[in-house]
Structure formats: structure tokens, C-alpha cells
T-cell receptor, first 115, second 109 residues
Framework: NAGVMQNPRHLVRRRGQEARLRCSPMKGHSHVYWYRQLPEEGLKFMVY????????ESGMPKERFSAEFPKEGPSILRIQQVVRGDSAAYFC?????????????FGDGTRLSIL | KNEVEQSPQNLTAQEGEFITINCSYSVGISALHWLQQHPGGGIVSLFM?????KKHGRLIATINIQEKHSSLHITASHPRDSAVYIC???????????WGAGTKLIIKP
């Protein structure tokens, strides 16, 4: 399966712990987008990365959240000192070009639950 | 007012019915996307279109750029079509997608 791979599918953390979400884009894709979906709500853009660069992080909270997309390996969305409000589904998408008229291919998401 | 509006919010129909989901937007776009999200599942891109009409199996998507409106049709609906259908638009060369709130479709057998 050469699609977008996210892991883990489900992640449970206690308040104050760190959460690391991984996303491997489709083969050949160098553009990665992270979205958050709160319960019963639509998707919200968080961050857009190209290899080794953050292009737009305007949708990501300034504190506790960070993202990277290293030269080698998956993109990582990191949430430090998690709180209950971080409970959500986090989706990653990738595309081969960073324009809006290219389809974005989505992973199955990571469901994060904070106890 | 949201830039992307979908209607209806919820739709329940009987198996075999013809389904129409609507999407209106208020911004200039380069493309409109229709996506499908199953309960607890991932998101699948169904169509990306900038003009006219596209068909894939029992799904048909149309767009009217002048009226800033798109429709997603499902012919001979089936319970497995039950999902949330999401409309999203992208503006010019901007990568960001502006998302609709989604339409929750339930097809009863």
C-alpha cells in the first residue's frame, strides 16, 4: 500500500504527557499537511510542510505544538504537555505539488485520547 | 457566514434513492474537492474539479463556476454509501483547503 501512512491509529495519553504522531506521505510526495478534527466538527488546517521546511503553521497553536518533516523519515506532529482539549483525530495529507489544484491524499488519522 | 456552505447537514434516505448534496462557496477558487469520511475511518478524496462534471461509478460531481455551486450525486444509493461527505475549495495557487462542515448521509436498507 503506497498510500499515506499514519501511526499510531489510536493513542492514549495522560494529561501532561507528550504525544508524537507520525505521517509517511505517499511515495514521491514532498508536501505534507496536518489537520485536526475535534469531535463532531469539521477538519481544521494546522500546518503545511515541505521536506525540512515549515511553510505555514498558522493553524497550529503557538504553544505545546510543533511539527517537522525531516529529510529522511516521516513527518512528526508533536504535542507536549497534553490537555483534555487535545483529544481529537489528527489527519495527515500529502500531495506532489503544493498548489490547491492538486488532490491531497489522506491517511486514516490518529485518534488521540487524553485521560 | 462560512466561505463554504453545505446542505443538507444531515440526510437520511432509503436504499436505491438518488442522492444530491450541495455545496456553495463565496470565494474565487481554483478547484473544488469532494471527500468522503466513514465513521471512525479515514478520509478519501472522491473528486477534484474546476469545471463541468466528473463521474466515477455511481458518483457524479458537477460544478457551476458562475453560480459558485457544486453538487455531488449518488445514484442507486446503498447502505455502504453512509458516510460524511465533505466539500472543500482551494483558491488559486494557495494550497490551503477551505472546508465545508460536511453532510452526514445515512442510507437505510
Amino acid at each position: 500500500n503506497a498510500g499515506v501512512m499514519q501511526n499510531p491509529r489510536h493513542l492514549v495519553r495522560r494529561r501532561g504527557q507528550e504525544a508524537r504522531l507520525r505521517c509517511s506521505p505517499m511515495k514521491g510526495h514532498s508536501h505534507v499537511y496536518w489537520y485536526r478534527q475535534l469531535p463532531e466538527e469539521g477538519l481544521k488546517f494546522m500546518v503545511y510542510l515541505q521536506k525540512e521546511n515549515i511553510i505555514d503553521e498558522s493553524g497550529m497553536p503557538k504553544e505545546r505544538f510543533s511539527a517537522e518533516f525531516p529529510k529522511e523519515g516521516p513527518s512528526i506532529l508533536r504535542i507536549q504537555q497534553v490537555v483534555r482539549g487535545d483529544s481529537a483525530a489528527y489527519f495527515c495529507a500529502s500531495s506532489d505539488l503544493g498548489t490547491g489544484n492538486q488532490p491531497q491524499h489522506f491517511g486514516d488519522g490518529t485518534r488521540l485520547s487524553i485521560l | 457566514k462560512n466561505e463554504v456552505e453545505q446542505s443538507p447537514q444531515n440526510l437520511t434516505a432509503q436504499e436505491g434513492e438518488f442522492i444530491t448534496i450541495n455545496c456553495s462557496y463565496s470565494v474565487g477558487i481554483s478547484a473544488l474537492h469532494w471527500l468522503q469520511q466513514h465513521p471512525g475511518g479515514g478520509i478519501v478524496s472522491l473528486f477534484m474539479l474546476s469545471s463541468g462534471k466528473k463521474k466515477h461509478g455511481r458518483l457524479i460531481a458537477t460544478i457551476n463556476i458562475q453560480e459558485k455551486h457544486s453538487s455531488l450525486h449518488i445514484t442507486a444509493s446503498h447502505p455502504r454509501d453512509s458516510a460524511v461527505y465533505i466539500c472543500a475549495v482551494s483558491m488559486d495557487s494557495n494550497y490551503q483547503l477551505i472546508w465545508g462542515a460536511g453532510t452526514k448521509l445515512i442510507i437505510k436498507p
